[in-house]
């Protein structure tokens, strides 16, 4: 078990920072699963990797990128001139996120 247990004051904390309101039951549930958590953490943290090199890539194989390249790219104007609504060469659509919300 980790050395000190996480306190229900600080999940209540934490969840308060990330303006998540809990209940009393989801308080007491969280709780007991992030000290579950670090107490696995603990016991890796146990765990001997001093002659352990670092793993970056579990395959040997080097990514291959193509040249960033833009394709059919003279087709621009043709889509341009067949959307419904453009402004300044660019494609105009709806909004999609309602800011009224957050207020």
């Given at each position: ?36 958590i670090i107490t696995m953490i603990d016991g890796l943290n146990e765990v001997n990797t001093d ?39 660019f494609i105009k659509v709806p909004a999609i996120i309602d800011e009224s919300e957050d207020a």
């Open positions: 078990m980790a050395e000190e247990p996480i306190s229900r004051a600080e999940v209540e904390h934490v969840a308060e920072l990330a303006k998540l309101s809990l209940t009393d039951e989801q308080a007491s549930k969280f709780t007991s699963q992030l000290d579950e002659n352990v090199k670092p793993t970056t890539n579990m395959a040997d194989a080097t990514a291959i990128l193509r040249e960033d390249v833009a394709v059919n790219a003279h087709q621009k104007d043709a889509l341009i001139n067949e959307a419904p609504e453009t402004e300044d060469g």
